[in-house]
């Protein structure tokens, strides 16, 4: 089974300012999907970004932005330019690029942004 | 289209009554998710739909609660007896399969307190 493993359950980081999200996650399957949502206070869950395993390319969107690495099985965010609005839980999530298979999260990390 | 629709947002329960949450997808979407959500935890796999059918279930669904979507369009996720365990938030997601990277868009959640 896989397993997703975010080992940051809190993060700070002060507008404008970088952060990086840390997510690894365990599987024996070689094609595969990762995804980071975020979850803003009493809100719903929104894609932020994704990340085919068979692109070698970070994925990235605006501010967003991925590290991949594939044989060390790790997939962190990174936030630049910190804005009040990124306040939210981000949750690393994985999925099977084949099969009927559903989207398995980490526990997530809560991040706040400090003005 | 309005995304993902899900009602009621908010029930209080007592322990031993029967609840109902209903979900309404996206409207092309052929595949309906559902997970529960305890606070501060990531999204726990329940189980999911293509169409109509049933593809598969969590061991965390025990046999109090039982899912369906009769027409392949809105589902329902019900709850007998009810425990206070039961409390979470359920949250149903949607998407289209098929489309690669097969993106689950999340609906706002029905938070259940059980008494």
């Known amino acids: 089974a896989q397993t997703v493993t975010q080992s940051q359950p809190e993060m700070s980081v002060q507008e404008a300012e970088t952060v990086t999200l840390s997510c690894t996650y365990d599987?024996?399957?070689?094609?595969?999907?990762l995804f980071w949502y975020k979850q803003p206070p009493s809100r719903q869950m929104i894609l932020v970004i994704r990340?085919?395993?068979?692109?070698?390319q970070n994925a990235t969107e605006n501010r967003f932005s991925v590290n991949f690495q594939k044989a060390a099985k790790s997939f962190s965010l990174k936030i630049s330019d910190s804005q009040l609005g990124d306040t939210a839980m981000y949750f690393c999530?994985?999925?099977?690029?084949?099969?009927?298979?559903?989207?398995?999260f980490g526990k997530g990390t809560r991040l706040s942004v400090i003005a | 289209d309005t995304g993902v629709s899900q009602n009621p947002r908010h029930k209080i329960t007592k322990r031993g009554q029967n609840v109902t949450f209903r979900c309404d997808p996206i409207?092309?979407?052929?595949?309906l998710y559902w997970y529960r959500q305890t606070l501060g935890q990531g999204p726990e796999f329940l189980t999911y739909?293509?169409?109509?059918?049933?593809l598969e279930k969590s061991r965390l669904l025990s046999d109090r609660f039982s899912a369906e979507r009769p027409k392949g369009s809105f589902s329902t996720l019900e709850i007998q007896r009810t425990e206070q365990g039961d409390s979470a938030m359920y949250l149903c997601?949607?998407?289209?399969w098929g489309s690669g990277a097969n993106v689950l868009t999340f609906g706002a959640g029905s938070r259940l307190t059980v008494l």
């Open positions: 997601a949607s998407s289209l």
């Open positions: 599987t024996s399957e070689n094609n595969y999907y």
């Open positions: 990340q085919e395993a068979y692109k070698q």
């Open positions: 999530a994985f999925m099977k690029h084949a099969g009927n298979t559903p989207l398995v």
């Open positions: 409207s092309e979407h052929n595949r």
């Open positions: 739909f293509q169409n109509e059918a049933q």
